[in-house]
C-alpha cells in the first residue's frame, strides 16, 4: 500500500505545522501524527515565546542570554539569525490567529523567565503552546492543500540506494494504527519528494518528565539507523519544577513562576538558591535542577518547595489559571500552600544535525524543532527559545523547499518495496515490552538523569544492551 505526497511532515507541533502552512501554498503536504493533531509537546508549553518585543529590549541582548545559558557551545550564527527573526515569525504566528496577554493599552503583556536579562517572553496565561497548538491546527485545517493524518505512527525512513553518492530519503513506512488490530497491521509506504521530521524530544525514556506519552525520540531514531549525523544527545535539560504528585504525571510549574518572583524552599521554609547562584531563583535551569537535586540528596528530600503565595491571590488565579486550577484538583492552594515540586526530564538539547534551512546530511531529509540539532541551545536551553526555534526554523526550511519544488516534482516517485517484518513472529507475552520499557526508563534516569560519572553511564549502557538482546529475542528468537 503506496501513498504519494510532495512533502511529508512527521510531527504535528509548532515546527510541523508551521513549515505545512509555509509550504502548502506551493506543494501538497501531508502531515502524519501518531495521537491526535493536537497531542505534540507544543501544547503543554505553558511559559511562552522568547523574542524581543519591547523597545527596550534588544537582540543582543537576546542573543548574549542564549549564549550564557547554553554555556558557551551555542552556534552563535544560529542564535543571531533566530533572534533577529523572531519578531517577524511572531507576527506571522499572530496573523493565523495565535492571541497572546496584552495591557490595557493593547500592548503585549511580557514576562521575564529564568536566565533572561529583561521581560521577552510573549504569553497566553499559563498555556501559551495550548493556543499556539489551537491557533496552527485551525489554519491547517482550513488549507486544502494539507492533509492530516491522525494515529499514523512512522516506524522507518525509506532509503533509495544510490551507488554513485549518498543515499537518499524518499519516504517513511507508517503504521496506521486507526486500520490495525490486535492480529494484523496496516504498514503503508508514503512517497516524498522531501520527508520533515518534526517529531519532538524523547522526554519519556525517563520515568519523571514534564513531557507528554508521544515524546519517545522517533524521529532522532530513524535518522540514526538511516546513517544521517547526530549531535549534541548528552545534553537533556530538566525542568527544575514539576508537580510532586502521585496524581499528578507530567504537569509541569512553569518558569513564568519563578519569572513573576516565585521561591524556591526547604521543608523548613529556607530558601537556598543563594547558596548556589547569585542569580537565585532566576539562574538558567541546569543550574537550578542542578541546585533542587543537591539540596534533594543532602537532607535526603523527596522533593523540594516553591513559593507564590507572597502574591495578591486574585493576580495569581488571573495569571496563572491553568496551574492554580490544576494544583487545587489535588489539594494545593498556590495562592497560601507551598507547592511541592521536583526536577524532570523536559528538553532535548541535540538531535538530527541540520544547517540554516533544516537539511540533514541525508539528502532528501530535513529536521525541525526539538528534534533537530541546530546549534541553537548548546548544552542548555534558554527559556521559552524552543517555540521561537520551531516557528523560526519551520518556516526557514520550507522557504528553501518552496525554492526547489518545481525541480523537485520533475522527477517520478521511485517503485519501493512493501514493509517487511522479515522473521518477526507475533508474541504472547507483551508483559516483556512493558518491563523493558519501564526498566529502560528507570535505568535513564538513575544513571543518565541530572548527574552523571563514567561509572553511572558503564552501568546504564549494560543495561541497556540487555534490554536491546530481550527485545530481539521477544520478537526474533521465539
Known sequence: MTTQTDLLVIGSGIAGLTFALEAADHASVTVITKRAQSESNTRYAQGGIATVMDPLDTPEAHLKDTLIAGAGLCHEVVVERCVREGPDRLRDLMARGAQFDRHDNGELSLTREGGHSARRVVHYTDATGAEVQRALGEAVAAHPNIRVLEHHTAIDLIMLTNFGGPDRCVGAYVLDEASSGVDHHVVKAFLARETVLATGGAGKVYIYTSNPDVATGDGVAMAYRAGAEIGNMEFYQFHPTCLFHPQAKSFLLTEALRGEGAYLRLPDGTRFMERHDAR?????????????????????????????????????????????????????????????????????????????????????????????????????????????????????????????????????????????????????????????????????????????????????????????????????KH
Open 280 to 476: 537565585l531563583e532566576l539562574a538558567p535551569r541546569d543550574i537550578v535542577s542542578r541546585s533542587i537535586d543537591f539540596e534533594m540528596k543532602r537532607a535526603g528530600l523527596e522533593h523540594v518547595y516553591l513559593d507564590i503565595s507572597h502574591k495578591p491571590a486574585d493576580w495569581i488565579k488571573e495569571r496563572f489559571p491553568t496551574i492554580y486550577e490544576r494544583c487545587l484538583s489535588y489539594g494545593i492552594d498556590i495562592t497560601s500552600e507551598l507547592i511541592p515540586v521536583v526536577p524532570a526530564a523536559h528538553y532535548m538539547c541535540g538531535g538530527v544535525t541540520t544547517d540554516l534551512r533544516g537539511r540533514t546530511t541525508i539528502p532528501g531529509l530535513s529536521a525541525i524543532g526539538e528534534c533537530a540539532f541546530t546549534g541553537l541551545h548548546g548544552a542548555n536551553r534558554l527559556a521559552s527559545n524552543s517555540l521561537l526555534e520551531g516557528l523560526v526554523f519551520g518556516q526557514r526550511a520550507a522557504k528553501r523547499l518552496i525554492e526547489d519544488i518545481a525541480e523537485m516534482k520533475k522527477a517520478p516517485f521511485p517503485a519501493v518495496a512493501e514493509w517487511q517484518t522479515g522473521n518477526a513472529v507475533p508474541s504472547h507475552e507483551a508483559v516483556v515490552v512493558a518491563h523493558n520499557w519501564d526498566e529502560l526508563r528507570r535505568t535513564m534516569w538513575n544513571y543518565v538523569g541530572i548527574v552523571r560519572s563514567d561509572t553511572r553511564l558503564r552501568r546504564a549502557a549494560r543495561r541497556i544492551a540487555l534490554l536491546q538482546e530481550e527485545i530481539r529475542e521477544y520478537y526474533w
